[in-house]
């Protein structure tokens, strides 16, 4: 049986009912998305129009009129669902939507209708430029551990490794054809087709190097000064800050806030670089899995970044506010905002016997919920990957 995303039920729940928004499918390339609507529109039991604009020839408005008409074609008295894939890469494609939407919303014509789109940025400037009101996303983000698991059969450690790519999952036995893979057709595309193709970026030689940094310092914190002085570059840090917003909307690296209670000091903080898939890190880290499991200082890096990957990944689907925490030597690695409560969370690889003052430090300043230390003795790694991450940061 194929293995289904939580999400699809979602989706298939939003679909039965009466119309009323144009569903938004938006997340990292190759977590499924096309995969995941397919799933559920093939189950239905209305007529469904599948198109893409992820072709080599131009597409234009026109093309999603052509659609639209159509769709509506084979509607009849019963309905049809329309489904537009890439559609970011349409010049003008919300107010085409927009004016569609609405004249269907007029003459009661009983269409449903789906977007897709890999560069959520776009999708959401698109979307709050012209179909305020008319929408509602459904985020997909990476595959968890648990979803990996379900799917492949893997244990953590490969999740951890490995990352969570569906689509590289049957590659991981021949370790230089998985790592190329990741780097040719998720980094370089994604950097290419949905990043550097569709927004303005005056600098693509910078924003490739600080993709690579960010992948190399995953965990760290990283003023944007030093950030420039590694890439040895003159730009301004406004450029980089900026930057790093693309690369975080595109589903790749993105900079955790420093925790500070007021809002104005914590954007104005260094950020803590987190990628958002361990397999963006190891496919350019040099290693194989036995080798990286062989190195407790890189192995303890990745444990690290999958966790922060994992608590990342559910800010981005609007689980949760992912932020850091430092005061002179006293350091929470993560810090957890969910509704009303915080909850401070520290990461060791290892079994440890030492007392933990940040912790105690971010305690005393902050009243979290929760305190939880994930390895080191505390709550398994394991445990903690493939558990959503709303069982430890709500209730």
């Not at 003008?92 to 014509?109: A, H, I, M």
Request: hydrophobic share 45%.
């Amino acid at each position: 049986m194929t293995y289904q995303r939580p999400q699809a039920a979602i989706l298939t729940r939003r679909l039965a009912e009466p119309r009323r928004f144009i569903q938004v499918v938006a997340g990292p390339r190759q977590v499924g998305k096309t995969t995941l609507v397919q799933q559920v529109v093939e189950a239905s039991d209305v007529p469904v129009q599948l198109a893409s604009a992820d072709e080599p020839t131009l597409r234009g408005a026109e093309w999603i009129a052509q659609q639209w008409d159509a769709t509506r074609l084979m509607a009849g008295t019963e309905g049809a669902v329309l489904v537009l894939d890439e559609v970011q890469k349409v010049p003008g494609w919300s107010e085409t939507v927009k004016r569609l939407w609405d004249e269907d919303t007029r003459k009661r014509r009983k269409i449903k209708v789906v977007v897709l789109g890999s560069a959520p940025l776009l999708i959401q400037r698109g979307l709050s430029e012209s179909l305020a009101g008319r929408f509602e996303v459904l985020y997909l983000p990476h595959w968890s551990a648990a979803e990996m698991h379900a799917a492949f059969g893997w244990p953590v450690e490969k999740s951890i490794f490995y990352g969570g790519y569906p689509g590289a999952a049957p590659l991981i036995d021949d370790h230089e054809r998985w790592s190329r893979y990741i780097r040719d057709a998720l980094i370089e595309t994604t950097l290419a087709r949905d990043v550097l193709l569709l927004t303005r970026v005056d600098k693509p030689a910078l924003l490739r190097r600080l993709f690579e940094l960010g992948c190399r310092y995953s965990g760290q914190i990283l003023s944007y000064t030093k950030m420039l002085g590694q890439l040895q570059d003159a730009g301004n840090t406004t450029t980089l800050a900026h930057y790093l917003d693309l690369l975080a909307a595109a589903g790749m690296l993105t900079g955790l806030p420093k925790f500070a209670g007021e809002a104005v000091r914590s954007r104005g903080s260094s950020p803590k670089l987190q990628v958002l898939d361990t397999a963006l890190l190891t496919a350019q880290a040099g290693y194989t899995f036995d080798e990286a499991r062989a190195d407790p200082e890189f192995w303890g890096r990745l444990v690290e970044s999958a966790v922060g990957a994992h608590l990342a990944n559910a800010a981005a689907a609007g689980v949760c506010e992912l932020y850091y925490w430092r005061e002179r030597n006293r350091e929470v690695d993560f810090v957890v905002r969910s509704r009303r409560s915080l909850t401070a969370i520290e990461v060791k690889s290892g079994r440890t016997q030492e007392v933990l003052p940040g912790l105690a430090a971010f305690a005393a300043a902050f009243k979290p919920k929760r305190k939880l230390l994930v390895g080191g003795g505390g709550i398994p790694i394991e445990e903690f990957l493939t558990q959503p991450v709303a069982h430890w940061v709500q209730g």
